[in-house]
């Protein structure tokens, strides 16, 4: 008895003192690693908030060596610029996030109905193109030479509006609904849309609100399509395009002037660059730690079928 | 019971009598419609440019169009396959895949575990939403962050050489630094996100699995050796397939924005299958080679995807895909 009681006693402090051992293993790695997701940020930040001459004595840094605002100065003097694509910007994504979001669902709903005949065919329909597609030229040829929409920003919002990906995702949160509900509501002589409306979409509202988060964030951080076919003729730009735009291209200026021993001018390119990502991305950065919920629901619940 | 179910296959039999097809059509008309927008979509954005993959065995001018230029049969694919850009891009976009796929799970499945092991609720939460931070930005931030770091004049990196009284580096112009480069940022942006589904997986283990080992005088680390991570076997081994069945398509976003869009210099280690069609429409104009790249890639994915299929299926019915 008291040998079983010292043995299970001796196991106990190596649970113990292994679960110490793991636990400061968890906290440290854990820890730095979060660190390394945050410091890069810092580094844009503080960047953004040192004289130019500093950067360009002592380089990019977390800290500034000499604070000043310039840079931002310089962004907000003439706002209409940066304005203008956050205008843009807002204006696509909140367009494009309500009927995106409206087509996912009411797609989600009827495909997931198990008296829909066509469910099966048209789910393969749209889950073919992610398996199968005409690439990047012929996508290209039909947004601009077939549908005219170059330099326009349907090219934009359209191609944005759903993905199969979204779908599938909204089948699986429709998918905890019991049937029953549907169906006891046919028997009273509901039609099937007025039943998505009054009884499916007040039910799904956290699948909506992430899934219409997945849409908003991609329309935010959207520059692969604005870059296609927004060129530099348009007056305002997305903010992604617009930052990626100053980012090149003051590059291409410095380089030029480097070339050729011109003295540069004293707008402060390096700062400017770093204030105008955190002003492109500040909102995003602010907003999401209120949302992150719905986005971990989001990957838990498509991600095994997506 | 018995009754009523026979009431309802005989109307189901009269249903299947009576019921043509445009009886069919009526009884889903609302349905239909509500999938019309969707369908309407793909019809336009995905299977109307499938077509234009002809374009793949033409010598596409500009003048002549798609349907007035020359006929060339399987030129461009000969000619992909003898300058050696095929195989070149096929490596590139393929062992970036590999080491994304492989290295990232095995991170988000570390990052899981540990974050399980973490008893402080405030610092398991902040820790979490730093680690999610960098999968929220655009991937032209992301550019604009390793440029940060690794530019030449400003960059940290070289800041830091410096100040060790080391000599400074020119990753922009070393083609060997950029598969690490390009490997860390992806794991960087990726891991923390990534591990949510393995940390879901850990939250369904059954508690009372790991307080019966613990008892049985089960210590931390082979609890997790023989409770936690066989537990997540199953959820690893499907996500690897999956992924592997999308190993063809390339990372376009970071790698464009990590390298710049004309670093000819870093060609070598760092064009995929995307930045190549990319550069055959924007810069060079030959769209009949950037469209042989591109039906190339669907082909062969296609291939990819149903082999990782049937595998899914082998191993798990439930979560094959068709």
Redo the contacts between chains.
Sequence with gaps: MDMIDEKTQSSRRATDRSGLIIRGISYICIGGFALCCLLPFLLVLGTSLTSEAAVKKYGFNFWPKEFSTFAYKIVLENPGQILGSYAVTMGITIVGTAVGLLIVAMTGYALQRPDFLFRNKISFFIYFTTLFSGGLVPFYLLITQYLHLKDNYLAVLLPGLLSPFLIIMMKSFVRSIPHAITESAKIDGAGDFTIFVKLILPMTTPALATIGLFIALGYWNEWYNSMLFLSADMQYRPLQLYLYNVVTKADAIRNSAAASNVPLSDVPIETMKMAIAVIATGPVILFYPFVQRYFIKGITVGAVKG | MSVLTEKEASMEHAEKRTGSWWK?FK??R??????L???A??V??????????Y?AFIKYNYSDG?FGSPFVGFENFRFLVMTGDLWRLTFNTVAYNLAFILLGNVLQI??AV??N???GKW?KK?????????H??????I???A???L?Y????L??ILQSLGMEPLKVYTSPNAWPFIIVLTYL?QA???GS??YF?AIMGLDNEIVEAA?ID??????R?RHIVLPWLKP?FI??LL?SLGGILKGN??LIY?LV??NNTALYATTDII?TY??R???TNFN?SL??A???Y???F??AI?LTANWLVRKLSPE?S??
């Design positions: 069919k009884n889903n609302t349905l239909l419609i509500m999938c927008p969707a369908v979509f793909f336009v954005f995905a299977y109307l440019p499938m077509p234009g993959l374009l798609i570390a990052v540990l974050l092991e973490l008893r610092f902040v820790s979490q939403t730093l680690m999610f931070l960098p929220f930005i655009s991937a032209v931030l550019g604009l962050i440029y940060n770091i530019s004049d400003y960059g940290l070289n800041g960087w891991t923390g996100y949510i589904v879901a613990e005088g089960a210590n931390a680390f082979q997790i959820t499907i996500l999956f376009f976003g924005n710049g869009a995307e069609v990319f055959s429409l924007m769209f950037g469209s790249v591109s039906l890639q669907s082909l994915g296609f995807v979560n895909l068709f």
